[in-house]
């Protein structure tokens, strides 16, 4: 019999404690919450968030903007912002790669957004992902690579881990010679707090298999991304 003063979110932490399961901001823990339990993680998320609105000294009960705020932002980060935290990986239909397709292939520019895990604050950008096939790679569909991403993307994040766990996440799915990955980003916490400075981009690559040991592949990769400057 589950005790009544235990929270719904300390029932799903107790889950993966017990499974040794790491819970960081950036990991999926879907396999963990049971049906019917993210609702009641909004109801809880709800009464917290209007705790730091009262903390803020926002008049909550008066205050016309603010009424319904702790709701909205509550279904934001369990549904929009934060979904990839809380949701099983979209659907993916592979195919045999039938033609034995061994040429590069490039998906992007894809429109990324995440959250900083340090301030929560958006990361908004570009990823582009280059694909060596081999004869026995999974070939997938073009929204495939977006929709992956971004449940990957839907957690917060720092850019330098996203991007690995995107590249740990297509090489085992597509099992392909290469892989190269490149994302271009905006940081928010850089534009709107702190240094306040507008201009500066974050790009960063992950290279593997092929890419990383063969230069001709990589340059001809990072040759073909239509990247603005």
Not at 9 to 35: P, T
Request: with cysteine.
């Amino acid at each position: 019999m589950k005790n009544p003063k235990t929270s719904v979110s300390q029932q799903i932490r107790a889950r993966l404690e017990k499974a040794g399961q790491r819970y960081f901001a950036n990991d999926n823990i879907s396999g963990f919450i049971n049906a019917g339990e993210r609702d009641a993680l909004l109801d809880e998320v709800t009464a917290k968030m209007q705790g730091v609105l009262e903390s803020l000294v926002i008049d909550v009960e008066h205050d016309h903007n603010t009424q319904g705020t702790a709701r909205r932002v509550a279904k934001m980060y369990l549904n929009e912002v934060f979904k990839g935290r809380y949701s099983d990986a979209p659907p993916v239909t592979e195919f045999p790669n039938a033609s034995n397709l061994n040429e590069l292939m490039i998906v992007g520019p894809m429109t990324i957004r995440s959250a900083c895990s340090h301030h929560f604050c958006p990361i908004i950008g570009k990823l582009w992902i280059g694909i060596m096939p081999n004869q026995h790679s999974n070939l997938i569909g073009l929204s495939k690579y977006a929709r992956l991403a971004d449940w990957i993307l839907s957690r917060p994040q720092i850019q330098e881990e996203a991007i690995s766990q995107i590249a740990d996440l297509f090489m085992d799915l597509v099992k392909p010679d290469g892989l190269a990955i490149v994302m271009e980003a905006d940081h928010f916490c850089m534009h709107w707090r702190g240094v306040k400075d507008s201009d500066s981009l974050m790009l960063n690559s992950v290279m593997r298999g092929s890419f990383l040991k063969n230069p001709a592949l990589r340059r001809e990769f990072l040759t073909l991304i239509p990247r603005k400057d």
